[in-house]
């Protein structure tokens, strides 16, 4: 299933955020714990990350925010970068280490090919990521939320499982030594490491 930029657009739209909240609820608390641990990293970066999603609870730690969203609806500044993340890596330079949030279930709608390949996540980065877990209670959830978003014309032929075989994980960037960590949260699975 391809998904168009009206689609895109709609999947953070605030009534259909609404029908997931208790997912971001979740990912709110565990971004909060998780960047703590982060202090000593100048720069947080929100994959997919709509209008400014996240950007008053890393402001808050002290750390700087960068987002990226090729269909974010606010216009391009210093902390909004309007492109996909896999363009992004391929122009990456030789910056400080970052720490990478894939919230939401962003993973399953990148190219994750392009990603690993590009070699773009590096030594001292930290990942975060989030997605839904294959519990029935999460899947439920997950089908009432793209319901919400979808064009009448690909509601009939939607399936949850179909979004659920998607890569969803950052286990392809990781490197021989990485330190690796999930846990399952109610209708979230959380993935943290450090490069
Ligand atoms: C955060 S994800 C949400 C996914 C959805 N909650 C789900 O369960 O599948 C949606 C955001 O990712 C953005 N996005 C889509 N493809 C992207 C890409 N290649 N790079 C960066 N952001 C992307 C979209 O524009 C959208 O704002």
Request: some cysteine; proline content about 1%.
């Amino acid at each position: 299933m391809k998904f168009i930029n009206s689609t895109y657009k709609k999947m953070l739209n605030e009534d259909s955020m609404n029908i997931a909240r208790d997912f971001l609820n979740t990912e709110k608390d565990f971004l909060k714990c998780k960047l703590d641990l982060f202090k000593n990293y100048k720069q947080a970066v929100v994959v997919g990350c709509g209008d400014y999603n996240y950007y008053e609870l890393i402001e808050s730690t002290n750390i700087s925010y960068l987002g990226i969203d090729p269909y974010a609806a606010s216009v391009e500044g210093s902390q909004l970068i309007k492109t996909t993340f896999e363009e992004y890596l391929a122009q990456r330079n030789n910056d400080e280490s970052k720490i990478f949030i894939f919230w939401f279930n962003v993973i399953s709608h990148l190219n994750m090919n392009i990603v690993e390949k590009s070699r773009g996540i590096r030594k001292g980065d930290v990942i975060i990521n989030s997605t839904w877990s294959t519990k029935n209670t999460s899947k439920i959830l997950l089908e009432k939320y793209y319901l919400s978003i979808l064009p009448n014309d690909q509601k009939n032929s939607f399936n949850v499982d179909h979004i659920l075989s998607r890569n969803r994980s950052i286990k392809g960037m990781l490197a021989k030594d990485s330190s690796f960590s999930t846990q399952r949260i109610k209708n979230n699975l959380f993935e943290v490491a450090i490069i």
